[in-house]
Nanobody, 128 residues
Framework: QVQLVESGGGSVQAGASLRLSCAASGRTVSGYSLAWFRQGPGKEREFVARIDPTVFTTYYANSVKGRFTISRDNVRNAVYLEMNSLKPEDTAVYYC?????????????????????WGKGTLVTVSS
């Protein structure tokens, strides 16, 4: 089994940057799909970004495209999310997730139900 632990959240002002980290333990996740989701207050958990396990192809939600960058380090068994130009609407608990199948098709690429493992989340608060 895999355990995921997020870190790097905090409270910042609009326009600032943050870098979130997610450390995996228990086994290597080098063959897994890795993703970030977020859940704002009173909202559904939504897809943010994912990265493929082999050629490192990335996908982003339209709301963060051009501002956020997902990356992974297979040596450190970790995934990262660099967030720039943060907006108040980015305020949410950010979760990292892993899909042990290592692949997806269509809607499953962006669905919370496709993920096998979840971290407990880290809070990001962006004030105006």
């Amino acid at each position: 089994q895999v355990q995921l632990v997020e870190s790097g959240g905090g409270s910042v002002q609009a326009g600032a940057s943050l870098r979130l980290s997610c450390a995996a333990s228990g086994r290597t996740v080098s063959g897994y799909s890795l993703a970030w989701f977020r859940q704002g207050p009173g909202k559904e958990r939504e897809f943010v970004a994912r990265i493929d396990p082999t050629v490192f192809t990335t996908y982003y939600a339209n709301s963060v495209k051009g501002r956020f960058t997902i990356s992974r380090d297979n040596v450190r068994n970790a995934v990262y999310l660099e967030m720039n130009s943060l907006k108040p609407e980015d305020t949410a608990v950010y979760y990292c997730a892993a899909d042990e199948s290592g692949w997806c098709q269509g809607f499953k690429c962006y669905s919370v139900d496709a993920m096998t493992y979840w971290g407990k989340g880290t809070l990001v608060t962006v004030s105006s």
